[in-house]
């Protein structure tokens, strides 16, 4: 079986590609362990300063794979999506998130958990959980701190999608770039003027607060489980995948 995140190691950055195009880079369980692995090859690397979050295709991150869903893996991924959020928060070196391609659902906290996000005129936002019959309850824990409060409001209810410079407005996003890989060398060769000792240390400060939310992890990986139990949550992933209107929306 090939890969689904590829490592490339050049000029004190490692660049992970998310690359599994059959379900738009969504958060199988294969794919959080295959990242989750990479993260702490690259820490581990002492020629490594920095990681880059990258991706294959015109997806960053569709979110979970609802296609492949059952109870066992929606109970496990929950879980372990939350454990990788928190283990880029707690990683020593820095982790840019380059987006140009769509971000759904669990890629919000991805990029969320990011230090620096950079996004181009390909991006696009949203969380559609509500949508579906769920919440966006476990990613709740890196994106809501990056949100102003009437967009986290209108974003979480909604489900609508917005660009590159809504989410840099918001404070979801560093910067809205025309060129990504332009944008990314700039801040790579603007890292690379810090000690790795400074570069840990002002990160942990940074990330403090956000670290303290992950005490309600295990309550929240619960909630989200069980409401992907849910008789609504069948209902709304069904429709999505058969592109229809969930009951909700036809009666509405």
Known sequence: MAALVHIEASAGLATLTLDSPHNRNALSPLLVDELRAALRAAEEDPA??????????????AGADLASATAENADFATL???????????MPKPVIAAVDGHVRGGGMGLVAAADIAVAGPNASFALPEARLGVAPAVISLTVLPRLDSRSASRYFLTGETFGSSEAQRIGLITTAADDVAEQLAAVAAVLAKSSPQGLAESKRLVNASMLDRFA???????????????EEAREGITAFLQKREPWWAARG
Do not use: M, N
Request: overall charge positive; some cysteine; charged content about 10%.
């Open 80 to 90: 372990g999506l939350g454990q990788l959020l928190q283990q880029i928060l707690e």
């Open 48 to 61: 490594v300063r920095a990681v880059v979050l990258a991706h294959a295709g015109k997806t960053f991150c």
């Open 216 to 230: 309600a992890l295990p309550d929240l990986a619960a909630l989200s489980a069980r409401l992907f139990h849910s």
